[in-house]
């Protein structure tokens, strides 16, 4: 079976299409409002460090995995440690997978049809105007066909991705997409950079407010690192399974995570820099890009070309995105389950899109099954993945290195297309043990707050 795995055809496909999966909705939306709300600079800094020390040891883990064994997670953590309960770390990034990707299409059904209204000049008038946006959007979301509608658009495009599998779909696809996600948002920095006053929103971006960096955003910042670069759940292990052996693991984890936070930094500026210069309110949070962008893009001339350019992007992020996801699961059906690449994302890509659904219509749109929890499953699902399924499978995954398989071992894989650059096994033990170690505090954290009530730190 494992003579006919697919590889990708080229080393910057892989690096495109890793940092595709990497930037996404995280990156656009979720980073500029936390960092708007969490003191500018400082979440920044913070940020910045979680993503070089936890990040970074678990993206390359991920990626050595995924190399050495030619399998998708399930089938890598049973090959390294036959019959031992490691599987379960693979079976939890399967879960992972279903869990994020049934509300991320919901979103991604929100961006496509930004795109529709932003077209056809919907946003003019909504022009100066956050509160009538406000109410365009929740009346949006909160609907029940609508949203549905887009969310099948946007997973019937990933199920067409992904059926065209690894060098023709994802490859092929994030080739296209990823320049192009770079040169529009590069063009929409340079366009709010030379606004009257879009400068302030650099200030505000960079410039360390630390009065407003509380330890919850620290747990935030950590939180968020492996969301962004798409950690804990096994999707650079799947992407590595279909590396060769001549490719420098250490350099292409640093290429995605580079990628990853320039391009976090770069929505950043493209968006605080418009904000400031339209006086609108920088610390909205979520309703940043929904909300506030809709309300100032037309005050700009030539409006329309500039909120259409910046949804199509945030739309392509989203689907490079959410195609990695799917293809975890495909991966686990074609390498455990012996099944055919169409039949798998058929099949589950259909699950995901019905539990979607569910997600979509749980935030008003009259069904919503978590409501015992207090909260809507769309809500429940982003939660359960960041707070838990993530960061476990992320700890998981460098406990297994450290314990299971041994750091010599995994240094034989990791040195193995790094051309004899030296690379010391103490000190990535070192990275691996304080991650793994932040990471489990971090959990912990979160299981006391949800029991008592009271957080040790945030
Ligand atoms: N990294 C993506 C983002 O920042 O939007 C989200 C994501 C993709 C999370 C793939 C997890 C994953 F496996």
Redesign the pocket.
């Known amino acids: 079976m494992s003579n006919e795995r697919e590889q990708w055809g080229s080393k910057l496909g892989f690096i495109f299409a890793a940092a595709g999966?990497?930037?996404?909705?995280?990156?656009i939306w979720?980073f500029p409002s936390m960092a708007g709300e969490n003191g500018g600079g400082a979440f920044t800094i913070i940020y910045l460090i979680c993503i070089l020390i936890v990040g970074l040891s678990i993206v390359i883990a991920e990626l050595v995995i995924g190399r050495k064994t030619q399998l998708s997670p399930v089938g890598a953590f049973e090959k390294i440690a036959p019959n031992s309960n490691w599987k379960w770390v693979g079976f939890l990034g399967v879960a992972?997978?279903f869990v994020?990707l049934s509300f991320?299409g919901v979103v991604g059904g929100w961006i496509l049809k930004y795109i529709i209204d932003s077209l056809f000049g919907e946003f003019s008038n909504l022009s100066g105007n956050p509160a009538a946006a406000g109410e365009v959007f929740n009346a949006f979301i909160t609907s029940s066909l609508g949203p549905v509608f887009y969310q099948i658009i946007f997973m019937s495009l990933c199920i067409f991705v992904i059926i065209q599998g690894v060098k023709g779909g994802i490859e092929k696809w994030s080739k296209i997409m990823m320049p192009v996600i770079i040169v529009l948002l590069g063009v929409l920095a340079i366009r709010g950079i030379t606004l009257d006053g879009g400068m302030q929103g650099l200030s505000f971006l960079f410039k360390p407010r630390f009065e407003d960096l509380t330890a919850s955003s620290i747990v935030l910042a950590l939180g968020h690192s492996f969301?962004?670069?798409?950690?804990?759940?096994?999707?650079m292990i799947t992407y590595g399974s279909y590396l060769n052996k001549k490719q420098n693991l250490l350099s292409s984890a640093l290429w995605v995570i580079f990628l990853?936070t320039a391009i976090a930094m770069l929505a950043g500026v493209a968006i605080f820099t418009t904000v400031f210069a339209l006086g609108a309110n920088p610390a909205e949070g979520p309703g940043l890009i929904f909300i506030i962008l809709p309300s100032i893009f037309p005050q700009l001339a030539g409006g329309i070309l500039w909120s259409t350019l910046f949804f199509i992007l945030l739309f392509m992020?989203?689907l490079t995105?959410?195609i990695?996801?799917l293809e975890?699961v495909t991966a686990y059906f074609i390498d455990q389950k012996g099944w055919s690449r169409k039949k798998a994302t058929l099949q589950f890509g259909s699950v995901i899109t019905i539990v979607g659904v569910f997600c979509s219509l749980s935030l008003g749109g009259g069904i919503n099954i978590a409501a015992p929890l207090g909260m809507s499953f769309f809500d429940a699902m982003d939660y359960l993945s960041s707070k838990y399924m993530?960061p476990i499978g992320g700890m998981l995954t460098a406990i297994f290195i450290i314990k299971k398989w041994g750091i010599k071992d995994y240094m034989i894989e990791l040195r193995k297309g790094m051309n004899g650059a030296t690379v010391q096994d103490g000190l990535v033990k070192v990275f691996l043990i304080v991650a793994a170690s932040i990471v489990a505090f971090i959990i912990f954290n979160e299981i006391y707050f949800t029991t008592t009530g009271k957080a040790l730190i945030g």
Do not use: C, P, R
């Open positions: 999966s990497a930037v996404g909705i995280g990156n979720k992972s997978a994020i991320y969301f962004t670069v798409s950690l804990g759940m096994g999707t990853d992020a989203a995105s959410a990695s996801i975890v993530l």
